[in-house]
């Protein structure tokens, strides 16, 4: 489809610009142009609650500027609603209220009209631009008591479960994406439904509309996703223990419990780092503990955990506690370096 500035015709699909913003509607006559609320600027103005279709002259309509109409491709013109039955479509509609700056404008009522869908171009390029802003977002759940494993919509979540054979780490497993989901329809917009999922080479899951990563520990789960490679672990002083030391007790004196700290910190650099390069076997010693773009936190209620983020955009990540219980976000806390 393309826009120009010509003579329309009764059931043409016209625009105009106004600042930076298209205002659209369904040219009747030069005495009738039909459009979802008045042009922006118009006076005097009104609440959103109170915007309607309605009619107004040309000259109302186009504030002063260019009035462009719709010129279609062979396609379309054969796909469009008969000019007729557009005017028909938008007198009807008349009076009618539900404006939406971003779900039900100007711009979707007149593609309803015209074309039959329900769209609109400048939504969904201010959609792509929220979408592609960079961002590394970080989530953590407490993994609630009783939760049951309930299959996916998408079969290669359903694989990565079926992989694991011990019962208590798929449950963590599971967590995990469930909380990626939620992130990523947090932190994008998109459902199950929007995304896949497949596996790497050396095993690692990953995903067409974002940069993802997930780790868990004891009765944690963490998730992350961002505009750039990443990758993410978590340890709290249990499991790190249990990892290297096990049956150890917890260190009580500061002096133990700072070496303990450091040890999970330097750990937990190694392993997020390892993630977000999806290459090669991990290999601990051979990666250094000072790698480039890795953030180590601490948690505002959770002074026993470590996160570690290795990512492009990890200096300015956002930390989110999800409840898992309510499949809510529960807080946004701050993350201590």
Not at 100 to 120: T, W
Not at 175 to 180: D, F, G, I
Request: net charge positive.
């Amino acid at each position: 489809m393309r826009w120009l500035a010509t003579k329309c015709r009764s059931g043409d699909m016209v625009r105009v610009k106004i600042g930076m913003i298209w205002h659209y509607g369904v040219y009747v006559s030069d005495d009738e142009v039909i459009q979802f609320g008045m042009p922006p600027g118009h006076e005097p103005a009104c609440a959103i609650d109170d915007i309607r279709v309605c009619s107004t002259d040309i000259q109302t309509f186009s504030c002063g500027g260019f009035v462009e109409a719709a010129q279609m491709s062979l396609p379309e013109r054969i796909n469009r609603i008969p000019r007729r039955r557009s005017v028909a479509r938008a007198r009807e509609r008349i009076g009618e209220g539900g404006y939406d700056l971003i779900h039900n404008n100007c711009e979707h009522f007149a593609y309803e009209c015209v074309i039959g869908v329900k769209r609109s171009v400048q939504e969904e390029q201010a959609r792509e631009m929220w979408r592609s802003r960079r961002l590394t977002d970080i989530y953590v759940m407490r993994i609630p008591n009783g939760i049951r494993v309930e299959p996916f919509i998408k079969k290669a979540l359903n694989k990565e479960l079926k992989r694991i054979k011990d019962p208590s780490l798929r449950v963590r497993r599971y967590c995990a994406m469930r909380l990626l989901l939620h992130a990523l329809d947090d932190c994008y917009g998109y459902s199950e439904n929007d995304v896949s999922f497949k596996r790497r080479p050396n095993g690692k899951l990953m995903c067409d509309k974002a940069f993802i990563s997930v780790a868990y520990a004891d009765e944690l789960v963490a998730a992350a996703v961002s505009s750039s490679a990443v990758g993410i672990d978590i340890e709290t002083e249990n499991s790190f223990i249990n990892r290297f030391h096990c049956g150890a007790a917890i260190p009580s004196d500061n002096g133990a419990k700072d070496e303990l700290h450091r040890s999970m910190c330097v750990w937990t650099r190694k392993v997020s780092a390892y993630k977000r390069s999806n290459t090669g076997k991990f290999i601990p010693d051979a990666l250094p503990s000072d790698v480039r773009d890795v953030y180590t936190y601490s948690i505002e209620g959770f002074s026993q955990t470590i996160i570690s983020v290795c990512s492009a955009d990890a200096a300015a990540a956002r930390f989110h506690i999800w409840d898992g219980n309510n499949d809510a976000l529960l807080s946004k806390e701050e993350l201590l370096v």
